[in-house]
């Protein structure tokens, strides 16, 4: 098993090297690279991403993945000013050499400093963080501990009224977009036309730091509820499907039929003999329940209830072009989706020992 590990842990290399050079070189040839927007403010048009330019361009970005292009609006501009200004954010340099010197600094977790905030890229995610990470691991929690238990209450009832109308109800909850159900708890719950009973914005009271260790996990599931509520409720049928069919497959299998007759009774079946290779397929998918749970469709739900998370840091981000936080993120989210299924791989030999991944080709 070591050597397998090792094996996965040095194909990560090449992997996230591909993830950066491809999104390196679709960078080169966008539209609207920062220094263009910089110079378009200067010529009197409106861009939203040089508002907070004042002072940040001094800061020389360390690792720059930048793109670089000449401006037709910067015609009747002072030339030096300009190759001053390609210089402070690092495109004075060719393009292969701003690329191994990212990598070469992101190897150390260096991710220079933002454009447009004048901080370092690694704190502005620091603060971030911990709004996804809510986001990301209730949501998953909740789906899985509500889905599993569904899904198998559903393969041994199949065909039944309940299994009928569960499914319906989870359907409607998958096609229904998490962004209209936020809307909805707002509607219900935060002082619109019914109840207020829910905070509408933040992750936590502005008296958060005063409060007691209770005081501290009471308003702090008092924030997180509507908004995992909204991400979990389209979270359901993936999982409670993938479940139920596994089980089915598992139940209509021979050895299940052999426990039966040896009189073991239908939960010992269940959860003695079905759960565990049931359980298969189902573990197959948590890496990438995870990772888009904890990464992607939160961006609407950390907007609707001012949610300052990743999700949010990244498109406001990828707009600005503000490409040192860009790439940042694409190198963190890479980085833990890799993780995340090498740990997904470890989860199966844990559930099935029979798994043996060092006879394996990676």
Same mark, same amino acid.
Request: charged share 20%; glycine share 8%.
């Given at each position: 098993m070591a050597a397998y590990i090792a094996r996965r842990i040095f194909l990560m290399i090449p992997t996230i090297f591909g993830i950066l050079l491809i999104s390196f070189v679709i960078v080169q040839f966008a539209p609207g690279g920062p220094v263009e927007r910089i110079l378009a403010q200067l010529q009197g048009l409106n861009t939203n991403a040089t508002a907070n330019f004042s002072g940040a361009a001094e800061s020389r970005m360390s690792g720059g993945a930048e793109f670089s292009s000449k401006y037709?609006?910067?015609?009747?501009?002072?030339?030096?000013?300009?190759?001053?200004?390609?210089?402070?954010?690092?495109?004075?340099?060719?393009?292969?050499?701003?690329?191994?010197?990212?990598?070469?600094?992101?190897?150390?977790?260096?991710?220079?400093?933002?454009?447009?905030?004048?901080?370092?890229?690694?704190?502005?995610?620091?603060?971030?963080?911990?709004?996804?990470?809510?986001?990301?691991?209730?949501?998953?929690?909740?789906?899985?501990?509500?889905?599993?238990?569904?899904?198998?209450?559903?393969?041994?009832?199949?065909?039944?009224?309940?299994?009928?109308?569960?499914? /319906?109800?989870?359907?409607?909850?998958?096609? @229904?977009?998490?962004? *209209?159900?936020?809307?909805? %708890?707002? $509607? !219900?719950?935060?002082?619109?036309?019914?109840?207020?009973?829910?905070?509408?914005?933040?992750?936590?009271?502005?008296?958060? /730091?005063?409060?007691?260790?209770?005081?501290? @996990?009471?308003?702090? *599931?008092?924030?997180?509820? %509507?908004? $995992? !509520?909204?991400?979990?409720?389209?979270?359901?049928?993936?999982?409670?499907?993938?479940?139920?069919?596994?089980?089915?497959?598992?139940?209509?299998?021979?050895?299940?039929?052999?426990?039966?007759?040896?009189?073991?009774?239908?939960?010992? $079946? !269940?959860?003695?003999?079905?759960?565990?290779?049931?359980?298969?397929?189902?573990v197959a998918g948590f890496p990438g329940a995870f990772v888009n749970a904890f990464f992607g469709g939160a961006l609407l739900i950390e907007t609707i209830f001012s949610l300052d998370g990743l999700g949010l840091l990244s498109y406001e981000s990828i707009v600005d072009r503000d490409y040192p936080v860009v790439f940042a993120n694409l190198y963190i989210f890479a980085l833990l989706g890799l993780v995340v299924n090498l740990l997904s791989d470890l989860t199966y030999t844990w559930i099935d020992p029979r798994i043996d991944f060092e006879t394996r080709e990676v």
């Open positions: 037709r609006g910067a015609e009747g501009l002072d030339p030096k000013f300009i190759a001053e200004l390609n210089k402070q954010f690092g495109f004075d340099k060719p393009p292969g050499e701003r690329f191994l010197l990212m990598l070469k600094n992101y190897l150390r977790f260096d991710f220079g400093k933002s454009y447009y905030r004048d901080v370092p890229v690694i704190e502005l995610i620091k603060e971030k963080l911990p709004v996804s990470i809510s986001l990301g691991i209730w949501m998953t929690l909740l789906s899985y501990l509500i889905s599993i238990p569904l899904g198998v209450a559903k393969a041994v009832r199949d065909g039944s009224r309940f299994d009928v109308w569960s499914s /319906a109800v989870v359907i409607v909850g998958y096609a @229904v977009p998490s962004f *209209l159900f936020a809307i909805l %708890l707002i $509607v !219900l719950f935060c002082g619109g036309s019914f109840w207020q009973i829910f905070p509408l914005r933040g992750l936590t009271s502005e008296n958060f /730091a005063t409060l007691s260790l209770p005081g501290k @996990v009471e308003d702090y *599931l008092w924030h997180v509820a %509507l908004p $995992v !509520l909204s991400l979990t409720l389209g979270a359901f049928a993936t999982v409670t499907f993938l479940t139920k069919n596994s089980f089915l497959d598992e139940i209509r299998k021979q050895y299940v039929q052999t426990a039966r007759m040896k009189g073991l009774t239908e939960r010992r $079946v !269940l959860y003695g003999h079905v759960f565990r290779n049931a359980m298969m397929i189902v």
